[in-house]
């Protein structure tokens, strides 16, 4: 579908003094950013970039455990996984929505996405390779992605912050199922015990990447915690995830394979071990084990659904069309 949109009012107005200063006000008042207030043109463009890689990441996310939709175990498992499945693609959704309210059309988004120019998280390049899979990427990666994102409904932009809300209540629950998942299958026969071992051996490191580079190598770091859009270092936060996952993997009987990872009581944190940083690089790079295939998936499934978009777009049309009836006239 074509989106027509019109620009935010302000995009002229990029070297207004006047402009400039209710900004910062509003970023030294830990005020929000509407779309409609001047901004600096690197805050509407690292916006962008941030919004629209969170969007397709919810999109692509979906693939790794719709793959099992058609093998969960039971009705009740599938009729979950599914429901969680379509929260993904709302939340990709209203962050295209977001994104949109900063003057980039979707059209384009979703063109940068398809055409492999586009970052997504790393993470959903890696295969769901068991049902234990399943129970791992709901707990650890909707996990990472809470620990990530309930800072973020304190986002200085507003669209984003408030639909940041909604996901994050959303990924609660997919948590939730996750854990349920594994604490059953750790409850269960020694295969099935073990298969919730190996997937969480398989998942931790990539779910700990998924909070982006060390600090000292994110370049972009400082400058959106200035702004109020993150709220704290990626490395914080990697730190503040696996603090809360250590416990909650010794409460489902499984451990991780980190030799290094131990309590240190003078940091009053959990010490883990170096991360397989050249392996991120690599994945990010589009070398990942599914990079290809979901790309391909993805634009595959973009070119099925053209018949829908166009048809939304021919009723949208027809209802732009439409002479506005007054009711009361009528009766
Ligand atoms: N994968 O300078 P920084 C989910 C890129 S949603 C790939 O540190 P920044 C829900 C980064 O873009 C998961 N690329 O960047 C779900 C940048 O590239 P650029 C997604 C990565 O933005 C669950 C470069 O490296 N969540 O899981 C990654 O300050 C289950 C330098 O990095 C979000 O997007 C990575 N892991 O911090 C769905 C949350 N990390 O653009 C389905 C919002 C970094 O300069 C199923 N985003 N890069 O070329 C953020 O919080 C931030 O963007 C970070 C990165 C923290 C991801």
Not at 225 to 247: C, G, H, T, Y
Request: charged share 25%; with cysteine.
């Amino acid at each position: 579908m074509t989106t027509t949109l019109t620009p935010p009012t302000t995009g002229h107005l990029d070297d207004d003094a006047a402009g400039q200063a209710h900004f910062d006000q509003l970023i030294a008042d830990d005020n929000r950013v509407e779309p409609t207030d001047w901004m600096p043109a690197a805050y509407r463009k690292t916006l962008v970039r941030q919004v629209s890689q969170h969007a397709h990441s919810e999109i692509i996310g979906m693939q790794p455990e719709a793959n099992w939709i058609t093998r969960a175990p039971s009705l009740k498992r599938k009729a979950i996984l599914m429901a969680k499945v379509q929260d993904e693609a709302g939340h990709g959704l209203y962050l295209y929505s977001a994104a949109e309210t900063l003057g980039t059309p979707r059209d384009e988004l979703v063109d940068q996405l398809l055409s492999g120019k586009a970052k997504y998280s790393s993470i959903f390049n890696y295969p769901a390779r068991t049902w234990a899979d399943v129970g791992a990427i709901g707990w650890l990666v909707d996990g990472a992605a809470i620990a990530n994102q309930v800072p973020l409904c304190r986002a200085s932009y507003g669209p984003y912050g408030r639909s940041m809300v909604r996901i994050c209540k959303e990924e609660s629950f997919h948590q939730r199922q996750g854990w349920e998942i594994l604490y059953e299958l750790a409850r269960g026969t020694a295969e099935q015990k073990q298969m919730a071992q190996e997937a969480i051996n398989r998942f931790y490191g990539p779910a700990l990447q998924m909070f982006g580079p060390p600090d000292d190598e994110s370049p972009n770091s400082q400058q959106s915690m200035a702004w109020n859009i993150k709220r704290f270092s990626n490395d914080e936060l990697r730190q503040r995830f696996v603090d809360m996952i250590v416990p909650q993997v010794e409460a489902l009987g499984l451990s991780f394979e980190d030799p290094d990872l131990k309590w240190n009581e003078e940091r009053g944190h959990y010490d883990f071990g170096e991360l397989d940083w050249s392996e991120f690089k690599a994945v990010v790079r589009g070398n990942g084990p599914c990079n290809e295939q979901r790309l391909n998936h993805r634009r595959a499934a973009h070119d099925e659904g053209a018949w829908v978009r166009e048809a939304a777009a021919a009723y949208a049309r027809r209802q732009a069309d439409q002479p506005v009836v007054d009711s009361a006239l009528i009766a």
